[in-house]
């Protein structure tokens, strides 16, 4: 039997450096997954972290639309306060003509007169509609003319100003049932308060001269 101590000695050492070098590929390999593995769930972790951040962002848009909706509205009727007080101003700061004058000594006319009888009209019809109506849109429409024939009439009145308020809620209303403000429960309906209103609107346009 041919033995050989040191080719024996040569082949156990070419095959420990091998093995070691394998164990040292495999190990270099092993720590390449695991630090792949390490960044792929750092970036699961931050894309979690940003779709959370969204979401809550989104929550905080959702919860601002009713508050930037509320003050769309509140600019709205400013606007028509500020212009039924400028018509008042007018009203009464302008200086009385000779054709105002006419006018006040035949006491305001059969035109005004009709003018009135138009508008106490307009407004029972109107009364008479929400008994059997629940369209807001077309009592919206209604209310815009008879807000027109009140300013012919009057000049400027607070009345002007009350139509203006309901006329910005029926924008938005889908029904006349829903309420005046929606954030209170105790709230009247759009319909109960514009019932509760003509007759205030009738009986003020009754007393004008």
Do not use: C
């Amino acid at each position: 039997m041919d033995t050989n101590p040191e080719g024996s000695s040569v082949s156990l050492k070419e095959f420990d450096e091998k093995m070691t070098a394998f164990s040292s590929i495999l190990e270099k390999f092993g720590l390449d997954i695991i630090t792949k593995m390490g960044q792929t769930n750092l970036k699961i972790t931050q894309l979690t972290d940003m779709v959370e951040d969204l979401n809550k962002t989104t929550i905080t848009i959702k919860g601002l639309i009713p508050q930037l909706s509320n003050v769309i509205q509140n600019q709205k009727l400013l606007e028509d306060e500020i212009n039924l007080i400028k018509s008042l101003i007018i009203n009464i700061t302008a200086p009385p003509s000779k054709k105002s004058e006419l006018k006040n000594t035949i006491n305001r006319d059969e035109s005004a007169t009709d003018k009135k009888d138009l508008i106490v009209n307009q407004l029972n019809d109107l009364r008479t509609k929400l008994e059997n109506d629940d369209d807001p849109q077309a009592v919206k429409t209604i209310l815009e003319q008879i807000k027109e024939d009140i300013y012919e009439f009057t000049g400027g009145h607070r009345m002007l100003y009350e139509i203006s308020q309901i006329i910005t809620i029926l924008d938005s209303a889908g029904s006349l049932d829903d309420l005046m403000d929606e954030q209170n429960s105790s709230s009247k309906s759009i319909k109960n308060r514009l019932i509760e209103n003509i007759t205030f609107w009738i009986n003020k346009l009754m007393i004008k001269s």
